[in-house]
């Protein structure tokens, strides 16, 4: 009897050490009949099929090169208006600068020479050994000017390529990034005024900008090619003030006499003011893109440059008057090699 108290107490004791502690979970008994849940693994597998498919609508616009090949389009730029005179108005001579022994203002210094815009250019786009796009820009007769910026697949300048130079090869040569169809608009990315190039002079107003490019239609043609047609509207205004500033005078006493003498010629002259200044930049453009070759079959656009009083003409970063773009396909020059060294 003492052992089967005894074996009886062991048992409990055995069985209170291993209860489970409370509140802890325990797994629902699946349903007969249903499927295992599929391994870690797998799940991503299961979701990515459960994403709609890609709108067959839309297509993805991209540069389509070979290694080792180049292709290459001429660029006419045909001047259609020519750039405006410079419209500033002459310094005003200072106060009392009239008559002999009377300090005169120096005239304002020239502006530096800007140079001639070529007639064309020619892109030669390649796909370098590392996998990236470059592009090599070649003024038509001047082989030794020979501007080489970088591209993405779509064509969006990523160095090497300032001003007028980025903006035109922007303007023909970047894609849109997502898939688009009819009707779908993007922008470029193109920088027509620089506000950093005003200089402290200018007073800018609120810039208005305007930049669309709009896929209007996609055309099956021979060969299971589509052409997507491209129609551009971008413009960029800015209007402001330039501030008037005096000839600086030669002394304060110099300065106190020519203030009377002004006055007592004219005394109801006034202090020259502030005077209006702005410029308009406006593109349009056509294209006719091959989606499976990847490449143009035409592009031609027109682009205006206008500007209005003393305006700081470094900002613009497009040529000023009006001009007509044509591109077409071309054969590239061949890459530039280094010399050996002697």
Known sequence: MKRSVFGLVVALSLTACKEEPRGQMEPIPRPPGMKDAPPPAEAPAAAAAAEPPVD???????WKLAKGAS??????LERTSAAPASSAEPETPAKGAKGKGKAAAKPAPAAPPVAPLPDAVTYALELT????YRLRVTPVGSDANVDVGTLSERGFVLDGLQGATRNIATLVLELPRDPVGPNDTWSLGTQLILTDELGTQFQPGQPERRNRVKLVSLTPVEGGEQVATLEYDISETLAGKVRAKDAPPTSPARAAEEDAEAASENPKSKPPS??????EVTITGR???????GQWRSWEGTLTTVTKGRFPTAALQVPTGGLKLRLSSAKAAPTPTAQPEQ
Do not use: C
């Not at 292709?71 to 006419?76: E, F, K, Q, S």
């Not at 050994?129 to 990236?132: A, E, H, K, L, R």
């Open 71 to 76: 292709t290459a389009y001429r660029l006419d």
């Open 287 to 293: 294209g006719e893109f091959l989606v499976k070759a």
């Open 274 to 279: 502030d005077a209006d200044a702005s410029a």
């Open 56 to 62: 067959p609508s839309k297509v993805v616009l991209r």
């Open 129 to 132: 050994d590392s996998g990236d």
